[in-house]
């Protein structure tokens, strides 16, 4: 089966100024996400994430390369039927209701009339949306506005979802739940494309990630893999006493192993913040 | 229905629907409504002319300069919202044309348009109708016969003004499509309108013999460029009959108008198409 995205040898410039300053965004890049996966793109602000992912849904041009979505030819209304987009910090027409806007994207999309109410309600559903649904879209909260955002992306039922930073300005609650939504789609067979800068969520969805910087590709694989420090092991031991580190201290000597370090296991303040504010929500 | 008509529409619909809730609208029909409504009180500047011919040049001016205005300003506006705003990036990322995009942008600017005439032509036909009757009581009086107005002349005037907003809001949205920022689009797009009224003086040139070929040149692409947007004024002919117009100029001058329309268009859309959002 083709891959859900292959990219091979994609270059992208920019000319700036009158002069026509070449400003190469994008270098020499090639990648195969597969499919079925929640694929991690990373990487600092500038170092063409953005373009990619723009550029794979024909929104730019590229200056060269090779690009296929699905086994289908890039920038085609084929490949964007079976293909889910969400920009970075979306703006949606703001007097149009949630419910409103997410039709408006299913019948852009080619939902069929007779399945349209229920996809609206699907896709609705699946973001939490359905009771903030009759509102309109300018009284939304930025974590509801993300999550219409993965609604409209989503209507279709598409085989791809690309998000651009989804969690963008949204608080931790409301990232744990765009988390879930995530995670539902990879339930459902479906390639989730994930942009983002909120690593530790990364580390957390992502079945592979790849590290890109200044334009080109660093780094790719498994998180499992990449993470991994396979030089290295971590014991965590209850009720240690100092003569119980001091015996296990010499019996991994004489094993010719060293003990580098002893700290207490921590939790990570995200997950203490959800802890503390679990149940609510933001409306 | 066909699949792209369809999305087309579901464009030009939102497209309407944010452009009636735009305060610049609302702003300019007010003003134009209140210009058709003042040229009965102003009547008594009518130059010697007649008070129906004072009112609906009046009133008709209004309808043109206001409706010109929002046409280039709102088009550009509307344009330019979708994509600073990026919810283009959204709508393109879908499948829909680039084509698409911009004629569902085009029928929605056309469609507020056409509710500006309807509401202004229909207000200052009230406006003749009201005045017209007074008339004609003063004239049973008097003996002498007034000048009338016509209904359907006024529906063929609401009809050609709107295809030359039409014209206008193709040029500007392929002048959008072009430009990089709103400003420029209206500046250019306001500059192409007033070319558009002065067209006529490049035909006439064009027609007087010249040595310079240059210059012969330059006029032939100028008024084939440029459509000459002076030609829908028909106003006085058409609502007071001052002048007899026959149905084939009309015709002409319909198609001349659609011919431009779908060229400028076309232009947008292959100028659109090559646009990195």
Redesign the interface.
């Known amino acids: 089966m083709s891959a859900a995205i292959s990219v091979r040898h994609l270059t992208k410039d920019f000319r700036i100024g009158l002069r026509g300053l070449k400003l190469r965004a994008v270098d020499d890049l090639s990648l195969e996400i597969p499919r079925g996966q929640v694929f991690g793109l990373l990487g600092p602000n500038g170092c063409g994430k953005s373009t990619t992912l723009?550029i794979v849904?024909?929104?730019?041009?590229a200056t060269a390369g090779e690009i296929s979505i699905l086994g289908e030819s890039y920038a085609t209304?084929?490949a964007?039927?079976r293909?889910g987009?969400?920009?970075e910090?979306?703006?949606?027409?703001k007097?149009?209701t949630g419910r409103e806007l997410v039709r408006?994207?299913a019948?852009?999309?080619?939902v069929a009339a007779g399945d349209l109410d229920a996809a609206v309600e699907d896709a609705l559903g699946l973001a939490a949306m359905s009771e903030a649904a009759a509102r309109p879209i300018g009284t939304y909260s930025k974590g509801m506005l993300q999550r219409i955002?993965f609604a409209?992306a989503v209507v279709h039922d598409p085989e791809l979802v690309?998000l651009d930073e989804p969690t963008a300005g949204v608080d931790p609650v409301g990232s744990a739940a765009i988390g879930r939504m995530i995670d539902a789609m990879r339930t459902k067979g479906k390639t989730v494309v994930l942009c983002s800068h909120l690593l530790g969520q990364v580390e957390q969805i992502c079945d592979r990630v790849a590290i890109m910087d200044r334009g080109k590709l660093v780094l790719e694989g498994a998180v499992e893999d990449v993470l991994a420090r396979r030089d290295r092991h971590v014991l965590t031991v209850e009720a240690m006493t100092p003569a119980a580190r001091a015996a296990a201290e010499a019996a991994l000597e004489a094993h010719g192993a060293k003990l580098t370090s002893v700290t207490h296991p921590r939790r990570s303040l995200e997950d203490l913040f959800r802890e503390l504010v679990t149940g609510s929500r933001d409306a | 229905m066909n699949?792209s008509l369809?999305?087309t529409l579901?464009?030009s619909r939102?497209t309407f629907?944010?452009a009636v809730?735009q305060r610049f609208f609302a702003f300019l029909l007010v003003l134009g409504a209140a210009m058709v409504l003042s040229s009965v009180s102003l009547r008594v500047f009518d130059f010697g002319h007649g008070e129906l011919k004072f009112i609906a040049d009046f009133g008709f001016g209004g309808m043109f300069f206001f409706g010109s205005v929002l046409a280039v300003v709102m088009t550009a506006q509307l344009f330019f919202s979708e994509i600073d705003?990026?919810?283009a990036?959204?709508?393109?990322?879908?499948?829909?044309?680039r084509a698409e995009f911009l004629l569902g942008k085009f029928f929605g600017a056309w469609a507020v348009l056409g509710v500006f005439l309807v509401v202004l032509a229909g207000l200052q036909g009230l406006v003749l109708w009201a005045r017209e009757q007074e008339l004609i009581a003063m004239a049973e009086q008097s003996g002498k016969i007034p000048a009338t107005f016509s209904v359907l002349g006024l529906g063929q005037l609401v009809l050609m003004q709107w295809l030359r907003l039409g014209v206008v809001i193709a040029i500007v949205l392929a002048i959008s499509a072009l430009a990089r920022t709103f400003l420029f689009a209206v500046v250019v797009g306001s500059l192409a309108v007033v070319a558009g009224q002065l067209q006529w003086i490049a035909q006439d040139a064009f027609l007087r013999p010249t040595d310079s070929q240059a210059y012969a040149a330059f006029l032939w692409v100028s008024t084939r460029l440029i459509p000459n947007l002076q030609q829908f004024n028909l106003a006085d002919a058409l609502v007071l009959g001052s002048a007899a117009v026959e149905e084939g100029a009309l015709i002409a001058v319909g198609f001349s108008g659609l011919a431009y329309l779908v060229a400028y268009l076309t232009l947008g859309a292959l100028i659109f198409r090559?646009r990195?959002?």
């Open positions: 723009k849904l024909g929104l730019v041009s209304s084929a964007r039927r293909t987009f969400l920009p910090a979306p703006y949606f027409h007097f149009l408006y994207c019948q852009l999309s080619g955002g409209q690309i | 699949a369809r999305r579901w464009i939102v629907l944010e809730r705003n990026k919810t990036l959204t709508l393109l990322a879908k499948p829909l044309s090559r990195e959002i």
